[in-house]
């Protein structure tokens, strides 16, 4: 709005009150803004986990190769003097060479051994080519498929030849004799690790990479074509899983330092501790700490394997750091790979990190194959000599004087710094380098606790978090930390699993191997533990029972089913629902805990949570029920009248608010479905035939009337509607048609503004078509089209998918109300399956459209197979039916044989409960099989048809398998197709981060700037708009806008806030922009054809927006992203109420010429009579106040989405107007009657009618409640008259006659004006005293044509602006003159 300048500054008004009104706003609760209103229900895209090794391997066997030929130098290598010499730290030198060369061998072999204990070890020193051959051969064929390793030290022979040959001896040591490596690949084999301890050990590496691909060629060549010389000689084995490690480029010569080692690489791949202490040593930087000699390094204390002493200690820090370094150098495979798939590979490549970081201190640059990328120069390396220094610095005063070793700190500083990155650190950044020591931390009891708490914290980032931390390798830590009996782990423990199962269930399995479900178990069993804690317990329990039977015999075992029960009532709603869900997956498909929970009432404590506050335990339950019945097990008769049970109390939940729990009850309603399939295909067949006979006339009728087809639970009432000539937009677009449920499913998460452009054409082309004689819908276009609105029946499916079409089923469930139903079976036996399948049919006409698209799916399921088994002969005349009852389940519940209730047995079973219960004898056959198909005669298809005792049937529904007469497509696409994706979305939960502030409430985020710059704007509307009203309106005619709509405009409603007006029409809304004049949107609201949109609101007007629309049918719908350039999705959707009573007003006769009956007729032709559906919001309270052709006033919150109270309304009459003040607690209803109900909500339902006023002879048109503390009652009637009440007298404190003929009236909120629109086509706007300030007759556009006959009008709730919606398509707003705004 532009205002003067003046205005906007005006020291009048003052900044408390426009606080007051901001902080009003902030306070205001926001209705369907939970998670299941903005996204999607369905589970989170399942990585591809990548952490679990497929093939996890052993170094199972070990050939030590020595060349050393100790005494002999080789040609080749002129060697320094002095010269290195230790090979294993032996001075081959000090004793004879023969035995120089065993000790050597045999301490090499210790060297591995501390790495690898396990393997088989042979040493084969200065050996020939035969000896090498023999050994490496033997090796591979124990080794099987595992990996064996080959160590060559050529220290005593010639250096490799470029022809990729390494040296041997001949048998008397006069001959170096050369060995192929491809030789040596073909003895070896694969999976082999190679390590080569030479001089130029680079170029064994290059030859051995040509010999594997020469292999793969000649591989390939044998595959292509086998009549290939080659592919006649044995296949020589692929090298793809070898790996190499080289002490040197092919062009380097090892170092001959004397104060190495000459093994030096060996030295940094077997005792890596005791060289990186030497080499820090021979350091300059090792000056730094006194009295650190190479003799002292010999005296640490301590052993490498124990933690706890400082040998122990360095080597579990070297291990720490070297893994860290891989895990931020290397790629995730390659780390996998290598530092997580074999132990000893592991080790050696660990331990490599360290060979290349020494040995380039002597220009010797190690080589391994798959190669690394250079990690000697990683900062973590300070790390380690730092470590070192303090260590080494205790010696000295630790061997003289025996003082205490301190433990190093670079522990607790590694945590520290992965605290800081988990405080400090932006949301996308690189992961933290020391998150493999968090998990070498584990080990340690010290800082296990800030370790876990560390890990937890990191892990609740999101699923990437706990991908990367599986990929580390804490899989193994925190499982083995579940057979720790630390309380104060649990807490951390079951955090951390609740993690890692959310993003990967298949853990499940692990954690079942290793008794892991009895931790979870005892921490849902401990009621000292916090609420949450239990809920990640429970959680984790569901995952691990989900689908995998071995999970849910252990926890059936662990007690979990009597755990779970005990805690159905917790206050706390998540452990709720997720008690629920566990009890639905360990039941689901496993029928010993259906009997454990049977015995323990299971099913009847659920029943308690089907009417729980918060919507998602509501779905759990339905869940929990649904699988409960959904067994597939034969079933005796006391199952069947449990089944029945659950399904009745399920049947309760069929107006629930929530189309989220409506959904998951399809599904549920769906397994009892397939367990008595036979049942529901005669009751199918029952309804079909019901509504083949029933007719119902056809909407295309070429009188100029149209039959409007209206439901009541008492009989149908065919109303007539004046409609061809008079109404243009009466007739039947293409839109209208519902038939086809791919159009209905235009409203949700597609793109509905295609859809409506076509429409608005057809709508065009439709008034320009208007045709005499012939009805409307002979010509018009939208007829042309495929979804034609034609009734389709059984016989010819109205597309591929659906032998029911939407109106079938519709019709159906009109129809089913009024027909007697009781030639059926019996009806107390068939009573279940009527209502059930009346349940279905309700569902699938649900307002929202997921929930109608399941249903329609299960209805036309048991349809196909119905119509499937009838077609061989048409048998189902009731007296068949009626012959063949006895044999199926029956209600009664008369059979539970044992005390408990436990299945029943045959009394010659000995079998206890604890092994497989014994199937009692078969009933039906399972709902897997397909259908029966009658051989003999005309017999009928169903299994319950077979009396028990006749014998000649038994082999019946055997031969159906062979019958084939069904085409497989169909076959049980109801139990497979049907789920919602609760429980998967539910899981989210868990994977997403918990502890991380929601984005609504942190200050400096988006979604807050965007809240307060809408608080603002809303105060600025809010002041702007007082200081006009307070200065007083004279006149309020000018127009503002005009444009014409695409529909026949019938409610209207302002935006509080911004410049935006909807206008519905039948059964789609438009949204203008009144102030640039421009349309937004459009699009359909999705009613049936029959409906029309009553009544509108805005739900959360001073925030995030969205529009609520009440049909007559009673349907309650919720649009958001509406009227901007996103496409509008519907949020949610619900039957308001059920029942509707359709009533026109004054009931006109052929016999009076009332003004009544003028104004219902012309109303009819508008409206097609009634009150429809009439809504009041309260965005204070989140109460939605619900009434029109009914007896009662539905009061629903929002927040739980369900009904919360029924107020009687005591009159024989529609309720036409509703108004309520929440700070009171009144609801004022105006009535078809002329009554003027008030209500106070805090009564029972029989005192809670305060007070009637029965002034008006007539229709009340609108009541309003002031919303002052001491506020009024105004209300008007057709014939003009306005009332003013004052809620504590009897009687009218005022009376204002205004036009006869009233056909819509508003009140503004702010300014005391009111505006009549009379069918005399003009409107009045009224002030308080009742003086007219305006008669609105003529527009001012260049047209100047007169007013339509009015259909709507209504105020601005702050600005002076009047809508109003004419039956002429117009829609035009008017205003105070400009010079007041």
């Given amino acids: 709005m532009k205002m003067d300048s003046e205005l906007l500054h005006s020291p009048a008004v003052g900044l408390t009150e426009e606080e007051e009104a901001d902080m009003n706003d902030w306070k205001l609760p926001l209705t369907f803004m939970k998670k299941r209103h903005l996204e999607k229900i369905e589970g989170s895209k399942a990585l591809a986990q990548s952490w679990r090794m497929k093939d996890r391997m052993k170094t199972v066997s070990v050939a030590l190769v020595l060349c050393l030929n100790v005494g002999v130098d080789p040609p080749d290598v002129v060697k320094t003097s002095p010269c290195a010499r230790l090979e294993c730290w032996i001075d081959p030198l000090s004793m004879s060479p023969q035995k120089a060369l065993e000790t050597i061998g045999a301490n090499l072999q210790k060297q591995y051994e501390n790495w690898q204990p396990r393997a088989r070890y042979k040493q084969s020193l200065d050996p020939t080519v035969d000896e090498v051959k023999k050994l490496c051969t033997s090796l591979r064929r124990n080794a099987k498929e595992e990996r064996v390793l080959f160590h060559y030290n050529g220290h005593g022979v010639p250096r490799p030849t470029v022809n990729g040959e390494i040296w041997v001896f001949n048998k008397n040591y006069t001959q170096y004799i050369p060995l192929s490596i491809y030789d040596l690949q073909t003895w070896m084999g694969s999976p082999s690790i190679f390590v080569y301890d030479c001089s130029n050990a680079g170029i064994i590496v290059k030859s051995f990479k040509q010999f594997a691909l020469q292999r793969e060629q000649e591989l390939e060549v044998a595959a292509i074509n086998p009549s290939h010389p080659l592919a006649q000689m044995p296949l020589p084995p692929s090298m793809k899983n070898c790996i190499q490690l080289a002490a040197c480029e092919a062009n380097e010569l090892l170092p001959m330092n004397p104060d190495l080692p000459a093994d030096l690489f060996t030295s940094c791949l077997t005792t890596p501790i005791k060289i990186a202490l030497r080499w820090f040593c021979m350091q300059k930087s090792a000056t730094l700490v006194p009295g650190v000699t190479l003799d002292l390094i010999e005296k640490i204390p301590g052993r490498l394997n124990d933690r706890r002493t400082p040998l122990g200690e360095l080597n579990w820090i070297f291990t720490a750091i070297t893994d860290t370094i891989a895990w931020n150098v290397l790629p995730r495979d390659l780390f996998q790979k290598l530092f997580r798939q074999d132990l000893l590979v592991a080790s050696l490549f660990r331990n490599f990190l360290l060979a290349e970081r020494i040995m380039r201190s002597y220009n010797c640059t190690p080589v391994s194959s798959p190669r690394l990328p250079p990690t000697y120069m990683h900062a973590m390396w300070q790390a380690w000599d730092l470590a070192v220094d303090i260590c080494l610095s205790q010696l000295p005063t630790i061997i003289e004087e025996g003082t205490a070793f301190r433990h190093s700190p670079f522990f607790a500083e590694q945590l520290t710094a992965f605290q800081v990155w988990l405080t400090m650190g932006v949301e996308n950044r690189n992961p933290p380098e020391q998150l493999p020591i968090v998990l070498q931390v584990l080990l340690s009891q010290v800082h296990r606790l800030r370790a876990l708490d560390l890990l937890g914290r990191f892990l609740d980032l999101g699923p990437w978090a706990v991908s990367l931390a599986l990929s580390v390798g804490i899989f193994p830590y925190v499982l083995k930390l579940l057979q720790s009996s630390a309380r104060e782990l649990r807490p951390l423990l079951v955090f951390i699993w609740a993690k890692i199962l959310a993003v990967d269930s298949s853990c499940q399995a692990d954690l079942v191997k290793d008794n892991g479900h009895k931790y979870f178990l005892s921490v849902l069993a401990d009621s000292y533990m916090p609420a949450e804690h239990r809920t990640m317990a429970v959680f984790i329990l569901a995952v691990i029972v989900n689908s995998y039977n071995t999970g849910q015999e252990a926890c059936l075992q662990g007690n979990l089913i009597a755990n779970c029960l005990e805690q159905l009532s917790d206050p706390h709603p998540l452990l709720r629902q997720w008690v629920a869900i566990c009890l639905g997956r360990i039941w689901q498909n496993f029928e010993p805990a259906r009997w454990c929970g049977v015995r323990d009432s299971a099913h009847e404590k659920l029943y308690t949570l089907l009417s729980d506050p918060i919507p998602e335990v509501r779905c759990a339950a339905v869940f929990a029920l649904g699988t409960f019945v959904g067994n597939s097990a034969e079933r005796t008769d006391h199952s069947t009248t449990i089944d029945h049970n659950v399904a009745m109390m399920l049947a309760q939940l069929i107006n629930d608010g929530s189309p989220v729990v409506r959904k998951e009850l399809v599904v549920a309603l769906s397994h009892l479905v397939v367990q008595y399939e036979s049942n529901f295909c005669t009751v199918a067949l029952q309804f079909i035939e019901e509504e083949k006979?029933?007719?119902?006339?056809?909407?295309?009728?070429?009188?100029?009337?149209?039959?409007?087809?209206?439901?009541?639970?008492?009989?149908?009432?065919?109303?007539?509607?004046?409609?061809?000539?008079?109404?243009?937009?009466?007739?039947?677009?293409?839109?209208?048609?519902?038939?086809?449920?791919?159009?209905?499913?235009?409203?949700?998460?597609?793109?509905?503004?295609a859809v409506t452009t076509a429409?608005?054409?057809?709508?065009?082309?439709?008034?320009?078509?208007?045709?005499?004689?012939?009805?409307?819908?002979?010509?018009?276009?939208?007829?042309?089209?495929?979804?034609?609105?034609?009734?389709?029946?059984?016989?010819s499916p109205d597309n591929d998918e659906y032998i029911l079409s939407f109106e079938t089923i519709d019709k159906m469930r009109r129809v089913s109300s009024y027909s007697s139903l009781n030639s059926l079976i019996g009806v107390s036996y068939n009573s279940v399956y009527t209502q059930i399948w009346r349940v279905l049919l309700h569902l699938a006409a649900d307002p929202f459209p997921e929930v109608s698209d399941l249903a329609m799916k299960v209805l036309n399921s048991i349809a196909y197979k119905a119509t499937m088994n009838a077609r061989p002969q048409r048998i189902l005349d009731s007296g068949s039916l009626t012959q063949s009852a006895p044999a199926s389940p029956t209600s009664k519940g008369t059979h539970i044989h044992q005390a408990g209730g436990s299945p029943p047995m045959p009394s010659t079973s000995s079998s206890s409960l604890t092994n497989e219960v014994p199937k009692p004898p078969p009933r039906e056959p399972p709902a897997t099989r397909p259908p029966y198909t009658p051989t003999l005669g005309g017999q009928a298809p169903h299994s319950h048809q077979f009396p028990r005792t006749r014998k000649m049937f038994d082999k019946g529904p055997e031969q159906a398998a062979e019958d084939g007469e069904e085409p497989g497509g169909h076959r049980n696409y109801v139990s497979l197709a049907l789920q919602t994706g609760l429980c998967d979305w539910s899981a989210k939960y868990f994977a997403q981060p918990v502890m991380k502030i929601p984005e609504e409430h942190d200050l400096e985020s988006q979604v807050r700037m965007e809240r307060q710059w809408r608080f603002l704007r809303n105060a600025r509307v809010r002041r702007q708009s007082r200081v006009i009203t307070q200065r007083g309106i004279s006149r309020l005619d000018d127009q503002i806008f005009i444009n014409r709509n695409p529909g026949v405009p019938s409610v209207v409603k302002f935006h509080p806030f911004n410049t935006c007006i909807a206008v519905a029409d039948k059964d789609s809304i438009c949204f203008w922009d009144w102030e640039k004049g421009e349309r937004l949107d459009y699009f359909y609201n999705g009613n049936p054809r029959y409906t029309r949109i009553t009544a509108m609101e805005y739900l959360n007007g001073h925030d995030c927006s969205l529009l609520l629309t009440a049909t007559d049918d009673g349907a309650l719908r919720v649009w958001k992203n509406f009227a901007d350039q996103k496409n509008p999705e519907m949020v949610t959707a619900w039957q308001g109420l059920s029942d509707m009573l359709p009533t026109t007003r004054g009931q006109p006769s052929s016999s009076t010429h009332s003004l009544a009956r003028r104004v219902s007729i012309y109303l009819d032709r508008s409206k097609q009579g009634g009150a429809g559906m009439v809504v009041d919001w309260e965005q204070e309270t989140g109460l939605l106040m619900t009434s029109g052709d009914v007896r009662v006033i539905r009061i629903w919150d929002t927040d739980r989405e369900m009904k919360v109270q029924d107020i009687p309304t005591g009159a024989d009459s529609c309720v036409t107007s509703l108004s309520c003040d929440s700070q009171r607690s009144l609801i004022v209803a105006g009535l078809g009657d002329g009554s003027v109900r008030v209500f106070d909500r805090r009564m029972g339902p029989s005192e809670c009618r305060v007070m009637t006023y029965r002034e008006h002879g007539a229709w009340v048109v609108k009541a309003h409640l002031q919303k002052e503390t001491d506020g009024n009652i105004i209300s008007v009637s057709v014939n003009g008259d306005v009332r003013f009440f004052e809620p504590r007298t009897p009687d009218s404190i005022n009376v204002l006659q205004t036009v006869k003929g009233l056909t819509a009236l508003d009140i503004h909120p702010q300014a005391n004006l009111f505006a009549c629109g009379s069918m005399n086509q003009f409107i009045a706007v009224y002030n308080a005293n009742g003086d007219v300030i305006s008669n609105i007759k003529y527009y001012d556009g260049f047209m100047g044509q007169r007013i339509g006959a009015i259909s709507c009008l209504a105020f601005h709730p702050h600005w002076p602006h009047l809508a109003v919606g004419s039956n002429d398509y117009y829609m035009s707003i008017y205003s105070a003159e400009k010079r007041l705004r």
């Avoid at 008034?767 to 495929?786: I, Q």
């Fill in 693 to 753: 006979n029933y007719a119902v006339p056809s909407p295309a009728n070429t009188s100029g009337f149209r039959l409007n087809l209206r439901r009541s639970s008492k009989d149908l009432r065919l109303e007539l509607s004046f409609s061809a000539q008079a109404e243009p937009g009466n007739m039947t677009p293409v839109r209208d048609s519902p038939a086809i449920p791919r159009l209905r499913s235009v409203n949700s998460y597609t793109n509905i503004r």
């Fill in 759 to 795: 429409r608005n054409l057809n709508k065009s082309l439709q008034n320009l078509n208007l045709n005499e004689e012939g009805g409307p819908a002979a010509l018009s276009p939208g007829n042309l089209s495929t979804s034609s609105s034609a009734s389709s029946t059984l016989g």
